[in-house]
């Protein structure tokens, strides 16, 4: 995949696309990022990206003229019928999570505007195919989010992760929550790791994973279970765990 970052801050991107699987991504020929900035898209002479808002009120917004020649620029080289993602970052947009980043990384381009200062002239959300949140907060500027998209979009593309990192026992894969994991050593401060762990019995092991993936799920995040891909035996294990109660 080929992403396109443009922003107001192209240095602060340096450490996270630059460090393990990420990297790796990049160098296995997976993933192509280039950074753009926005600002050598600013016509005048003080290289102005910002301007104040119509109607009057504190803050500043994105002037619309740099961000479209940004994104004309990068997608110059576009290929007939080859569509890109034009993602837009801003505490305005649909939350991101897992279903909508393994549905961009099905994509083989992707662009992600970064707003900054109070937001974006509203003119730049017309050129973008998705507008998207990390969250209800809001941040001061699209980039941290924008390193937030681009890192679980890659976990979903083949061959970014290798069978030991695998993203099918992850959380949110199947959308519900991963089943707590343990390493070496077998005891610590008193605190032993569940016997089924050192079993070996491989379909003990996968039933404790699922009920636990499954506890923990009812326990935090219910609201996940509705949406959630579950088998009948997930059903099953669902209600037994219902007829447990609450015992923490
Ligand atoms: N820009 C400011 N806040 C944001 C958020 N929550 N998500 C994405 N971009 C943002």
Known sequence: MRI???????????????????????????LSIRLTNIRDFARDKHRTADDYQYGGGSGMVMKPEPIFEAVESVLDDEVPGEKPAVVMLSARGRTFDSALARELSSFSRMVLICGRYKGVDERVAGLATHEVSIGDYVLTGGELAAMVVVDAVARFIPGVLGDIESAETD????????????????????????????SGNHERIRKWRRTEALRATAKRRPDLLDKAELTDEDQEILDDIEMEGDGS
């Open 171 to 198: 959380s949110h894969f199947g959308g519900i929550l991963g089943p707590p994991l343990y390493t070496r050593p077998e005891d610590y401060r008193d605190q032993r790791v569940p016997e089924v762990l050192l």
């Open 4 to 30: 396109d970052i443009l922003t107001l801050f192209p240095e602060m991107f340096e450490g996270p696309l630059s460090e393990s699987i990420i990297l790796k991504a990049q160098e296995k020929g997976l």
